[in-house]
């Protein structure tokens, strides 16, 4: 059977749709209309790595210049101070004296979660105001058992340097002062970023 001219060209159209439609997908990723995969080189994203830090956190409730305030209170009759909330710009330094080198703050809040033991919720922001991390930020959401000598929270996310961070922190109370609620803690940071 012969080809005629409109057939080849009727052919061709339909091989260079094919070919047109491969091309998108392979350009775009798979398209679910609202959601694409993209290759991470297109963000400038290389290597992936594991980076360890080390600062100590101060919590600061005393003297003029506060670090910590209470914004909500718990009820008179809870033992673990169930409900309270705590707003926080604590200074993290290099060394367990706030007179180390300061290399950024945290900055967010923690609330009293639980009615059986003192268990805190944590959500803060590690900004750094030093080095080659100046400006960026590791954000940390997680359960903080204050009386356990270690405890682990995961690392959520990050922005600048460590975006699309993962990984944990280890937190270590170095002291704390009972009549003024006064804590310096070891934060011990085990993150993957680019």
């Not at 718990?74 to 604590?90: C, E, H, K, Q, R």
């Not at 004296?97 to 967010?108: I, P, T, V």
């Amino acid at each position: 059977m012969a080809k005629t001219p409109s057939s080849i060209l009727a052919t061709q159209f339909i091989i260079l749709s094919l070919l047109s439609s491969f091309a998108i997908i392979f350009v775009q990723g798979e398209d679910q209309g609202f959601v694409r995969s993209l290759d991470p080189k297109l963000l400038g994203l290389k290597k992936e790595k594991l980076s360890h830090f080390r600062f100590y956190w101060h919590d600061i409730y005393s003297g003029k210049n506060p670090s910590a305030v209470g914004v909500v209170r718990a009820p008179t009759n809870s033992s673990t101070l169930f409900g309270s909330v705590s707003m926080i710009d604590d200074p993290l330094t290099q060394g367990p004296e706030l007179s180390s080198k300061l290399w950024g703050r945290a900055q967010g809040f923690y609330a009293s979660a639980s009615q059986q033991e003192v268990g805190l919720l944590m959500a803060m922001n590690f900004h750094f105001i030093e080095g080659k991390y100046n400006g960026s930020t590791i954000s940390v959401l997680g359960r903080n058992q204050v009386f356990n000598k270690v405890r682990e929270m995961p690392i959520i996310g990050g922005s600048g340097l460590f975006r699309f961070a993962r990984g944990y922190v280890e937190a270590r109370t170095h002291t704390f002062t009972p009549n003024t609620g006064d804590a310096i803690v070891e934060y011990k940071f085990y993150v993957l970023h680019y």
